[in-house]
């Protein structure tokens, strides 16, 4: 193998398997990155897809190209926060019941140095404040005694509205002889899907 041959495999190797994030900083700059890509991507992409041929001179009018700066910023943040949601879904374990305030308190910080590490964009005047409050508080509602999320699905239905319904019986510990309930563990969770009109409305909010 050729020494350029073996560059381009380190590369390509590299971005297949980047380096485990290992402090705050790493985990901080994967979650600006990730989330930058993410909202130029949905937005240009479906922009393109929805207008065809047509997006040549779209891309090249002053009022869309300002809509689209702010469909861009706004789903950065919506990403932003849902890249947050599952990394603290992934850290819960490690930090433990006892930690688990700790942690969502350092996500919030963390959250509110992402969003502040660029000047706001002129649209938000007021800043990222409504943001970063509206994260706190989907970090609280998923808060129960003991363990958030999927404990023991037991049922899954269609609901007459068309959408999923998950029974989840919360959480038991068993053993041999007996089996510890917790009270108030269980949940009816509703999944709703994103459509293409959701992502519509947003867009034609921002013009």
Request: charged residues 25%; neutral net charge; contains cysteine.
């Amino acid at each position: 193998m050729t020494g350029m041959s073996s560059t381009v495999l380190r590369s390509v190797m590299a971005r297949l398997r980047p380096a485990p994030i290992a402090n705050v900083g790493a985990f901080k700059e994967f979650l600006k990155e990730r989330a930058l890509l993410v909202a130029q991507k949905c937005a240009i992409d479906y922009c393109r897809g929805k207008t065809g041929l047509a997006s040549y001179a779209l891309f090249t009018e002053e009022p869309f190209l300002k809509a689209l700066d702010v469909c861009r910023w706004e789903t950065f943040a919506a990403v932003l926060g849902d890249l947050l949601i599952l990394g603290e879904g992934h850290l819960r374990p490690q930090a433990g019941a006892e930690r688990r305030l700790l942690l969502c308190d350092a996500l919030l910080r963390l959250h509110a140095d992402v969003l502040d590490s660029a000047a706001p964009p002129p649209h938000r005047t007021q800043g990222w404040d409504d943001v970063i409050t509206a994260l706190a508080a989907r970090l609280q509602a998923s808060r129960i005694d003991l363990e958030e999320g999927f404990e023991r699905p037991v049922d899954v239905q269609v609901g007459p509205d068309g959408l999923v319904y998950v029974l989840d019986f919360g959480v038991f510990n068993p053993s041999e002889k007996t089996m510890k309930v917790f009270p108030k563990t269980g949940r009816v969770y509703r999944i709703e899907p994103v459509t293409a009109q959701d992502f519509e409305r947003l867009f034609a909010a921002a013009m």
